[in-house]
């Protein structure tokens, strides 16, 4: 009997807000059984170890970007190969610890890489051509053939090892006919299979492909419940070039009991010779709910395990080495599974032919309640009662506060949403303040005299907000000339495009200060710069938060010395732009970006612009590097890395403008003499750097063996 | 000075065992420690820690508890025996059998009077202790499930019993179970793990305090039988837990699978409120491994367990601060040396428990090894551990004892080794504590359990009885612990633990003189071969030299004494375990402890009291004309750490063995999994 162990969680899932899929795109085995790489349906890419529970690493692309089908992992060089926007990428890294990433620009879509273990990833084309990533590599731009017809899509594809051969096996949809590519590679050469037409307006929900006893079995699942087997000879193949379509014999291997209705996400996979694992498909003895993992031995035509899925089931399965990988509600579980074999079903391999023909095929509906089985009421009276459940009061108000967004004047829109927050759980949060964010934010684009800066301060505060859910919101914002309102969005805002960060930098730049000043913004950052720009004077006085008592001669003191210091160095005392400019340029400064992307925006700056900039970042570096400045804790604030980042991109920038501007003259030599003592110093570390080495050297020679004969001097 | 060659032998593959289980007598300030291997420690607390006596352990004995009571000593195992030690002769006494499986625990009453053992069947057996012997009284009524710890009143009136998920409070006159407490089991984990009560301490409030294996200690109320507190203190087991029940009972400490020690303290938590609660103080962090077992002195806490250290650190609020009081010290390595060394042959003895292992040192030229070290044979022990072994100077004669029996061996380096047991031994050798060769290997001298010197004589064809050397009649019981003889075959010094040195004239086979008595244990005893002075090293660091001829201290001790030790010598906290002579510079003694050896040379003036005492390096730097002036007495090599033995052979090459930590910790099973950092 195959059996269902106990399961555990891998990770959780983000399911996108409709439910509709489960967040991941696919899961594919890494360099042994034990590791898996997961790759979810937006843009990240992460790798597991099984048995722990635990991810090693993750790893994504840039905002803006997507991932378009799973990564896939090349043991051959340890290297992660994903398709981004239909472009390939190839990140070279030995397990997510060394990075090189390195685009491959195509010139046709691509649909998917696949790769099997211990082999070659091969890409398979939107338009049905197929290359090896080596192939592809040497000639990136090459001219990829079309092998599909005109409105013909892919639908699903993967790739099977026969022998020493490659298979790779595309199914795709034409005006509602189902055809199968069988595609060798090495010699290339493709047949053409039309599947058999199921009731009118039925496609197949999933397939799964298996390669035994030198045949590929493709199984393939329909909405009806019924399980098809299709069996593929791979030797006689590829003598004539298959633009005829063949016709697929198939062979019904199970009618699945589906009850009301028929299937929407469910899967079927082929285990072994004798057992399916189907997802999303009712259990025939538990009514009709259709959140089930089954297997069934096709052989006996029986159903050997179960196990109830808690949550939403998107029809999605892998299975790695005796395990399947399941997404269901929020998480992704493993489910050790074993199927032994059945001592019966190799004993009495007639069992199996005869199970072939359809109408023989019995189904535990049948069996169980007679022709008619109609689902329990029990199942009727659940599936009504999650439904209630869903639609919960905090659905409704939902509903109701974003209908009132659309109509009601600002003040009422406030107290509404306020409540509503106040009254939400966190976990309900996330969609609907997306949702709330959006009409708000659409309807201040539409009608320009309503803006409500309170009632977006107050959703971004959730933190449930990225820019990625409401795009419009930083770029109204600033239209706006609400500042604080940025500041936030900055702060809490991990995705913002470059785009929109230089935008912002613009308009920051370029307030006047005395508009600035009336700005209220965030207390915490301005107290930190506030510091900053003071701490001159507070020096002496604040030790241990205790300031002596400040007698008239110990105050003028401090006066005095201050005016030396300014003498001595005036430039290095005055902020070149305004606190409240500061504080807003700070959070530019912190915020995550990549220079590919920034550094076309950057140029859009003026000269006047990146001057100032750069003496404030100046002015920013060098109190910094002064030896004594405090760490500010619990101060959100830049640090000297990213000052120096910022510096080190405006220079790359504007670096021409800067050296034929006259005023940036002296700033531009400042910034060279950094450079220079920087430079010093470090060849100054690379010598001592030879006598550290040298030490340790001494060190590692002290590990000594079990017995040796030394020399000593006493004195 | 000059030049050294150096045998740095690390093939000395010591592993000592983890520490099972402790108790601390208050009266006596003695700690008895007993180890996995079944072998049994007593460290004196007011003797610089000193572990001056070593009953060796038997196969198949897991002491799994130790129970003081006055002077008497009583342990009880896992093979179901209760046994009380003769802690003058070092063996067991007597074995009682409880006849009730496995015992896990024992305690006695504090008048004394009753011994309570919990057994794997259910049972709380209480023994009489009588004068000579114990009896068998009493069942208390039996329960499921088997008795982990236990724990008296001080009353007597009650007994505290920890089981499998609870406790239970039995009337010690009734027998009847008076209340049950529930422990909970562990949070989070499966609910069917049962929860194990480790360890459990009854005050005299009434207050029960319990460690168990989820983790907790929690606070009884054994009145009302009610939880007061519960304090998570671990991801694991509460091993143990022990109460300073000598002092005001204010102070518990509890010991946990990670190798932490918690304090726990009945303070009031604020500084105006008078009520006080038991409250979460220290925590302690001086083992990697789980901590079995606990000691709580008036000073300090003591911890041991699987990591095989003994660690003693002091409570900063009960000791003088920054002084070697208030040293934490770590007891790795025993008090005495496991290695025998043949000075004319080149021989290593190694001492184990259980075998004993002979080895031939190497040959070189300068650095050049011309010939490696090879391992010449082994002695496998049976059944009772090997208390002590003894290496004849030419390395022809091997002699061991365990508890109850002596093996002398004829050993022959013709082209082969051969190897033969002496079968014939007089009937006297039969329980020795000390062996020891005659440096012209013609006698084997041995201290015998009636406190005496059993004389022995050993060549080709015979081995014969010659004489038992006492030094008195009667009432004297004490043992002794170190041997030594003369090189010229005259002398005979031997010291006990209570302090004395004797010396005997073997010509005359009679008692020459005593030594003057000092109040610290000597440590270690050696004769010059060519003044017959002796020099004894003693616990608290003090050197003496006596004159064999003259009976006094000689000219040198008396300086020395005078002048007073350096404090950075009196603060080192091991013991010196071993003395040497230079035969070619009468004037050099080598001695070692665990972390450096020593050569004094008796020519040079005492370091001035606030001169450096290790200063090799100053002495390094300086032209050859300066070093004279600045040089003096103590030559402190620290260049070989963990020694076990530093001798000189008759080549004048030094044999160092050493036994790093390292390696030891490195054969110590893995610890508990602790979440550190990002891992």
Same mark, same amino acid.
């Given at each position: 009997?195959?059996?269902?162990?106990?399961?555990?969680?891998?990770?959780?899932?983000?399911?996108?807000?409709?439910?509709?899929?489960?967040?991941?795109?696919?899961?594919?085995?890494?360099?042994?059984?034990?590791?898996?790489?997961?790759?979810?349906?937006?843009?990240?890419?992460?790798?597991?170890?099984?048995?722990?529970?635990?991810?090693?690493?993750?790893?994504?692309?840039?905002?803006?970007?997507?991932?378009?089908?799973?990564?896939?992992?090349?043991?051959?060089?340890?290297?992660?190969?994903?398709?981004?926007?239909?472009?390939?990428?190839?990140?070279?890294?030995?397990?997510?610890?060394?990075?090189?990433?390195?685009?491959?620009?195509?010139?046709?879509?691509?649909?998917?890489?696949?790769?099997?273990?211990?082999?070659?990833?091969?890409?398979?084309?939107?338009?049905?051509?197929?290359?090896?990533?080596?192939?592809?590599?040497?000639?990136?731009?090459?001219?990829?053939?079309?092998?599909?017809?005109?409105?013909?899509?892919?639908?699903?594809?993967?790739?099977?090892?026969?022998?020493?051969?490659?298979?790779?096996?595309?199914?795709?949809?034409?005006?509602?006919?189902?055809?199968?590519?069988?595609?060798?590679?090495?010699?290339?050469?493709?047949?053409?299979?039309?599947?058999?037409?199921?009731?009118?307006?039925?496609?197949?929900?999933?397939?799964?492909?298996?390669?035994?006893?030198?045949?590929?079995?493709?199984?393939?699942?329909?909405?009806?419940?019924?399980?098809?087997?299709?069996?593929?000879?791979?030797?006689?193949?590829?003598?004539?070039?298959?633009?005829?379509?063949?016709?697929?014999?198939?062979?019904?291997?199970?009618?699945?009991?589906?009850?009301?209705?028929?299937?929407?996400?469910?899967?079927?996979?082929?285990?072994?010779?004798?057992?399916?694992?189907?997802?999303?498909?009712?259990?025939?003895?538990?009514?009709?709910?259709?959140?089930?993992?089954?297997?069934?031995?096709?052989?006996?035509?029986?159903?050997?395990?179960?196990?109830?899925?808690?949550?939403?089931?998107?029809?999605?399965?892998?299975?790695?080495?005796?395990?399947?990988?399941?997404?269901?509600?929020?998480?992704?579980?493993?489910?050790?599974?074993?199927?032994?074999?059945?001592?019966?079903?190799?004993?009495?391999?007639?069992?199996?032919?005869?199970?072939?023909?359809?109408?023989?095929?019995?189904?535990?509906?049948?069996?169980?309640?007679?022709?008619?089985?109609?689902?329990?009421?029990?199942?009727?009276?659940?599936?009504?009662?999650?439904?209630?459940?869903?639609?919960?009061?905090?659905?409704?108000?939902?509903?109701?506060?974003?209908?009132?967004?659309?109509?009601?004047?600002?003040?009422?829109?406030?107290?509404?949403?306020?409540?509503?927050?106040?009254?939400?759980?966190?976990?309900?949060?996330?969609?609907?303040?997306?949702?709330?964010?959006?009409?708000?934010?659409?309807?201040?684009?539409?009608?320009?005299?309503?803006?409500?800066?309170?009632?977006?301060?107050?959703?971004?505060?959730?933190?449930?907000?990225? @820019?990625?859910?409401?795009?419009?919101?930083?770029?109204?914002?600033?239209?706006?000339?609400?500042?604080?309102?940025?500041?936030?969005?900055?702060?809490?805002?991990?995705?913002?495009?470059?785009?929109?960060?230089?935008?912002?930098?613009?308009?920051?730049?370029?307030?006047?200060?005395?508009?600035?000043?009336?700005?209220?913004?965030?207390?915490?950052?301005?107290?930190?710069?506030?510091?900053?720009?003071?701490?001159?004077?507070?020096?002496?006085?604040?030790?241990?938060?205790?300031?002596?008592?400040?007698?008239?001669?110990?105050?003028?003191?401090?006066?005095?010395?201050?005016?030396?210091?300014?003498?001595?160095?005036?430039?290095?005392?005055?902020?070149?732009?305004?606190?409240?400019?500061?504080?807003?340029?700070?959070?530019?400064?912190?915020?995550?970006?990549?220079?590919?992307?920034?550094?076309? @925006?950057?140029?859009?700056?003026?000269?006047?612009?990146?001057?100032?900039?750069?003496?404030?970042?100046?002015?920013?570096?060098?109190?910094?590097?002064?030896?004594?400045?405090?760490?500010?804790?619990?101060?959100?604030?830049?640090?000297?890395?990213?000052?120096?980042?910022?510096?080190?991109?405006?220079?790359?920038?504007?670096?021409?403008?800067?050296?034929?501007?006259?005023?940036?003259?002296?700033?531009?030599?400042?910034?060279?003499?950094?450079?220079?003592?920087?430079?010093?110093?470090?060849?100054?570390?690379?010598?001592?750097?030879?006598?550290?080495?040298?030490?340790?050297?001494?060190?590692?020679?002290?590990?000594?063996?079990?017995?040796?004969?030394?020399?000593?001097?006493?004195? | 000075?000059?030049?050294?060659?150096?045998?740095?032998?690390?093939?000395?593959?010591?592993?000592?065992?983890?520490?099972?289980?402790?108790?601390?007598?208050?009266?006596?300030?003695?700690?008895?420690?007993?180890?996995?291997?079944?072998?049994?420690?007593?460290?004196?607390?007011?003797?610089?820690?000193?572990?001056?006596?070593?009953?060796?352990?038997?196969?198949?004995?897991?002491?799994?508890?130790?129970?003081?009571?006055?002077?008497?000593?009583?342990?009880?195992?896992?093979?179901?025996?209760?046994?009380?030690?003769?802690?003058?002769?070092?063996?067991?006494?007597?074995?009682?059998?409880?006849?009730?499986?496995?015992?896990?625990?024992?305690?006695?009453?504090?008048?004394?009077?009753?011994?309570?053992?919990?057994?794997?069947?259910?049972?709380?057996?209480?023994?009489?202790?009588?004068?000579?012997?114990?009896?068998?009284?009493?069942?208390?009524?039996?329960?499921?499930?088997?008795?982990?710890?236990?724990?008296?009143?001080?009353?007597?009136?009650?007994?505290?019993?920890?089981?499998?998920?609870?406790?239970?409070?039995?009337?010690?006159?009734?027998?009847?179970?008076?209340?049950?407490?529930?422990?909970?089991?562990?949070?989070?984990?499966?609910?069917?793990?049962?929860?194990?009560?480790?360890?459990?301490?009854?005050?005299?409030?009434?207050?029960?305090?319990?460690?168990?294996?989820?983790?907790?200690?929690?606070?009884? &109320?054994?009145?009302?039988?009610?939880?007061?507190?519960?304090?998570?203190?671990?991801?694991?087991?509460?091993?143990?837990?022990?109460? &300073?029940?000598?002092?005001?009972?204010?102070?518990?400490?509890?010991?946990?699978?990670?190798?932490?020690?918690?304090?726990?303290?009945?303070?009031?938590?604020?500084?105006?409120?008078?009520?006080?609660?038991?409250?979460?103080?220290?925590?302690?962090?001086?083992?990697?491994?789980?901590?079995?077992?606990?000691?709580?002195?008036?000073?300090?806490?003591?911890?041991?367990?699987?990591?095989?250290?003994?660690?003693?650190?002091?409570?900063?609020?009960?000791?003088?601060?920054?002084?070697?009081?208030?040293?934490?010290?770590?007891?790795?390595?025993?008090?005495?040396?496991?290695?025998?060394?043949?000075?004319?042959?080149?021989?290593?003895?190694?001492?184990?428990?259980?075998?004993?292992?002979?080895?031939?040192?190497?040959?070189?030229?300068?650095?050049?090894?011309?010939?490696?070290?090879?391992?010449?044979?082994?002695?496998?022990?049976?059944?009772?551990?090997?208390?002590?072994?003894?290496?004849?100077?030419?390395?022809?004669?091997?002699?061991?004892?365990?508890?109850?029996?002596?093996?002398?061996?004829?050993?022959?380096?013709?082209?082969?080794?051969?190897?033969?047991?002496?079968?014939?031994?007089?009937?006297?050798?039969?329980?020795?504590?000390?062996?020891?060769?005659?440096?012209?290997?013609?006698?084997?001298?041995?201290?015998?359990?009636?406190?005496?010197?059993?004389?022995?004589?050993?060549?080709?064809?015979?081995?014969?009885?010659?004489?038992?050397?006492?030094?008195?009649?009667?009432?004297?019981?004490?043992?002794?612990?170190?041997?030594?003889?003369?090189?010229?075959?005259?002398?005979?010094?031997?010291?006990?633990?209570?302090?004395?040195?004797?010396?005997?004239?073997?010509?005359?086979?009679?008692?020459?003189?005593?030594?003057?008595?000092?109040?610290?244990?000597?440590?270690?005893?050696?004769?010059?071969?060519?003044?017959?002075?002796?020099?004894?090293?003693?616990?608290?660091?003090?050197?003496?030299?006596?004159?064999?001829?003259?009976?006094?201290?000689?000219?040198?001790?008396?300086?020395?004494?005078?002048?007073?030790?350096?404090?950075?010598?009196?603060?080192?906290?091991?013991?010196?375990?071993?003395?040497?002579?230079?035969?070619?510079?009468?004037?050099?003694?080598?001695?070692?402890?665990?972390?450096?050896?020593?050569?004094?040379?008796?020519?040079?003036?005492?370091?001035?009291?606030?001169?450096?005492?290790?200063?090799?390096?100053?002495?390094?730097?300086?032209?050859?004309?300066?070093?004279?002036?600045?040089?003096?007495?103590?030559?402190?090599?620290?260049?070989?750490?963990?020694?076990?033995?530093?001798?000189?052979?008759?080549?004048?090459?030094?044999?160092?063995?050493?036994?790093?930590?390292?390696?030891?910790?490195?054969?110590?099973?893995?610890?508990?999994?602790?979440?550190?950092?990002?891992?």
């Amino acid at each position: 009997m195959a059996a269902l162990y106990e399961g555990y969680t891998l990770c959780g899932l983000v399911p996108d807000q409709n439910l509709s899929s489960s967040g991941i795109q696919g899961i594919e085995e890494e360099r042994d059984r034990d590791h898996v790489v997961v790759t979810d349906s937006t843009r990240s890419v992460t790798l597991y170890k099984v048995s722990d529970q635990k991810p090693l690493g993750s790893w994504t692309v840039k905002q803006g970007q997507k991932l378009t089908c799973p990564a896939v992992f090349n043991s051959q060089t340890n290297e992660y190969v994903a398709v981004t926007d239909n472009k390939c990428v190839i990140d070279r890294r030995e397990h997510f610890c060394l990075f090189r990433v390195l685009f491959l620009q195509v010139s046709s879509d691509v649909w998917k890489v696949h790769c099997t273990h211990g082999g070659e990833p091969v890409v398979l084309f939107q338009r049905g051509a197929v290359r090896l990533l080596d192939s592809l590599l040497a000639a990136p731009q090459q001219p990829i053939e079309e092998v599909l017809a005109q409105e013909e899509a892919i639908r699903w594809s993967t790739i099977i090892v026969a022998e020493t051969q490659q298979f790779i096996i595309i199914t795709t949809e034409q005006k509602g006919e189902h055809f199968l590519y069988l595609q060798r590679l090495n010699p290339n050469s493709v047949q053409r299979y039309r599947l058999e037409r199921e009731e009118p307006g039925l496609s197949p929900l999933s397939f799964s492909a298996t390669y035994r006893d030198k045949h590929i079995c493709l199984l393939y699942l329909y909405p009806n419940g019924h399980v098809y087997q299709s069996v593929l000879s791979v030797r006689g193949l590829g003598t004539e070039e298959g633009v005829q379509a063949l016709p697929l014999p198939r062979s019904l291997l199970l009618g699945l009991p589906v009850g009301d209705g028929q299937l929407e996400a469910a899967s079927a996979m082929a285990l072994d010779e004798a057992h399916v694992a189907v997802v999303g498909v009712p259990h025939p003895s538990a009514g009709g709910g259709k959140d089930f993992l089954c297997i069934w031995n096709t052989n006996f035509q029986t159903l050997q395990a179960g196990k109830e899925m808690a949550g939403k089931i998107y029809g999605q399965l892998w299975s790695y080495s005796n395990k399947v990988f399941i997404p269901h509600g929020k998480t992704l579980s493993i489910i050790p599974f074993e199927c032994p074999k059945s001592s019966l079903a190799s004993l009495n391999q007639t069992c199996y032919t005869l199970s072939k023909t359809p109408n023989s095929v019995p189904s535990w509906n049948n069996i169980l309640h007679g022709e008619k089985a109609q689902p329990s009421k029990s199942a009727e009276t659940r599936r009504t009662r999650t439904t209630r459940k869903s639609q919960s009061t905090t659905n409704l108000t939902t509903d109701q506060v974003l209908e009132l967004i659309k109509t009601a004047p600002v003040e009422e829109i406030q107290k509404e949403v306020e409540g509503f927050l106040t009254r939400a759980e966190f976990q309900d949060l996330q969609p609907s303040v997306g949702q709330l964010a959006l009409t708000l934010v659409s309807r201040s684009l539409a009608d320009p005299a309503f803006y409500s800066s309170s009632t977006l301060a107050q959703l971004v505060h959730t933190r449930c907000l990225c @820019h990625s859910v409401c795009p419009d919101l930083v770029l109204l914002a600033l239209e706006k000339k609400d500042y604080f309102l940025c500041q936030l969005c900055l702060q809490f805002f991990p995705d913002i495009p470059e785009a929109v960060t230089c935008a912002c930098l613009k308009a920051f730049i370029s307030i006047p200060d005395v508009d600035a000043e009336k700005v209220s913004l965030e207390p915490d950052s301005v107290k930190f710069m506030e510091n900053l720009i003071t701490r001159d004077r507070a020096e002496a006085g604040l030790q241990n938060g205790f300031s002596p008592t400040s007698s008239v001669v110990n105050d003028r003191q401090t006066r005095a010395e201050d005016v030396k210091k300014k003498a001595s160095a005036p430039s290095q005392l005055s902020c070149p732009v305004g606190l409240h400019k500061a504080v807003l340029i700070n959070e530019i400064l912190q915020t995550p970006y990549s220079d590919t992307f920034l550094l076309p @925006h950057l140029k859009d700056l003026s000269s006047q612009h990146v001057m100032l900039f750069l003496q404030y970042l100046q002015f920013l570096y060098l109190k910094y590097s002064q030896d004594a400045f405090p760490q500010m804790e619990g101060f959100r604030s830049p640090s000297l890395s990213q000052i120096m980042d910022w510096v080190c991109l405006l220079l790359d920038a504007h670096f021409t403008v800067l050296v034929m501007t006259p005023e940036a003259k002296g700033l531009l030599l400042n910034l060279h003499r950094f450079v220079k003592s920087q430079v010093r110093l470090v060849s100054e570390l690379g010598k001592i750097e030879g006598s550290l080495q040298e030490l340790r050297k001494m060190k590692a020679k002290e590990s000594i063996g079990q017995y040796s004969i030394e020399i000593i001097e006493l004195f | 000075m000059g030049e050294f060659k150096v045998h740095r032998v690390r093939f000395f593959d010591y592993m000592p065992s983890a520490i099972r289980t402790m108790a601390f007598n208050s009266q006596t300030e003695r700690l008895a420690v007993a180890r996995a291997d079944g072998a049994v420690e007593i460290f004196n607390f007011n003797d610089n820690f000193f572990q001056e006596k070593v009953i060796p352990g038997q196969d198949g004995r897991a002491t799994e508890a130790l129970c003081w009571v006055g002077h008497r000593l009583f342990s009880a195992g896992l093979n179901g025996e209760i046994t009380e030690y003769d802690l003058e002769n070092l063996r067991p006494q007597y074995t009682v059998d409880a006849y009730g499986g496995p015992i896990w625990t024992i305690s006695s009453n504090s008048q004394g009077t009753q011994l309570a053992v919990g057994c794997e069947d259910g049972t709380v057996k209480i023994f009489a202790i009588l004068e000579e012997r114990i009896q068998f009284q009493r069942n208390l009524n039996r329960h499921k499930g088997r008795i982990i710890s236990l724990c008296w009143h001080p009353s007597s009136a009650q007994i505290a019993a920890g089981m499998t998920d609870m406790i239970k409070i039995f009337d010690a006159e009734t027998g009847h179970a008076t209340r049950r407490l529930l422990v909970d089991r562990a949070m989070g984990a499966s609910k069917n793990k049962e929860v194990v009560v480790w360890s459990v301490g009854y005050l005299s409030d009434h207050t029960i305090i319990s460690g168990d294996s989820a983790g907790k200690v929690q606070i009884w &109320n054994g009145l009302t039988g009610t939880l007061v507190r519960t304090y998570l203190v671990t991801k694991w087991d509460v091993l143990s837990l022990v109460i &300073n029940a000598s002092q005001d009972e204010s102070s518990v400490i509890a010991g946990t699978s990670e190798g932490t020690v918690i304090q726990f303290q009945f303070i009031s938590s604020t500084v105006d409120q008078h009520d006080k609660e038991w409250v979460r103080t220290r925590t302690f962090r001086n083992h990697s491994h789980d901590v079995s077992a606990l000691a709580h002195t008036d000073t300090a806490v003591v911890s041991g367990g699987m990591d095989t250290q003994l660690v003693v650190r002091p409570l900063l609020d009960k000791v003088e601060k920054n002084t070697q009081e208030s040293a934490l010290r770590k007891i790795a390595f025993p008090h005495r040396s496991l290695v025998g060394c043949a000075k004319k042959a080149g021989l290593l003895l190694f001492q184990f428990p259980d075998r004993l292992e002979l080895w031939k040192l190497g040959e070189s030229e300068g650095h050049v090894c011309l010939m490696y070290p090879y391992f010449v044979c082994r002695f496998l022990q049976g059944e009772d551990h090997i208390c002590c072994s003894a290496l004849s100077a030419c390395g022809g004669w091997l002699a061991y004892s365990t508890v109850s029996s002596v093996r002398l061996y004829r050993i022959q380096y013709n082209n082969t080794i051969s190897i033969n047991k002496v079968s014939k031994l007089p009937k006297e050798l039969r329980s020795v504590h000390q062996l020891c060769f005659s440096s012209d290997s013609s006698k084997l001298f041995a201290s015998s359990c009636q406190s005496s010197v059993i004389v022995v004589a050993v060549s080709q064809q015979e081995c014969r009885y010659l004489h038992t050397l006492k030094h008195k009649t009667g009432e004297w019981k004490a043992r002794m612990h170190l041997l030594c003889a003369s090189d010229d075959g005259k002398w005979l010094a031997t010291a006990n633990t209570d302090c004395e040195i004797h010396i005997y004239n073997l010509h005359k086979m009679k008692l020459h003189c005593m030594v003057p008595v000092y109040n610290s244990c000597p440590t270690t005893i050696a004769i010059h071969p060519v003044t017959n002075n002796l020099i004894s090293v003693h616990a608290d660091q003090q050197i003496f030299e006596f004159s064999l001829v003259q009976k006094e201290y000689t000219q040198w001790s008396r300086r020395l004494q005078a002048q007073g030790l350096l404090s950075l010598w009196l603060e080192r906290d091991t013991p010196i375990t071993h003395i040497t002579f230079n035969p070619k510079n009468p004037d050099h003694i080598i001695l070692h402890d665990t972390y450096m050896f020593c050569i004094i040379d008796q020519s040079l003036p005492f370091p001035e009291l606030n001169a450096v005492l290790w200063n090799q390096m100053t002495l390094k730097s300086l032209p050859v004309s300066q070093r004279i002036g600045q040089s003096h007495a103590f030559k402190i090599c620290k260049s070989f750490q963990h020694l076990m033995c530093v001798s000189l052979l008759e080549d004048l090459s030094l044999v160092v063995v050493e036994r790093p930590l390292l390696d030891i910790m490195s054969q110590l099973p893995a610890p508990v999994r602790q979440k550190k950092f990002a891992t």
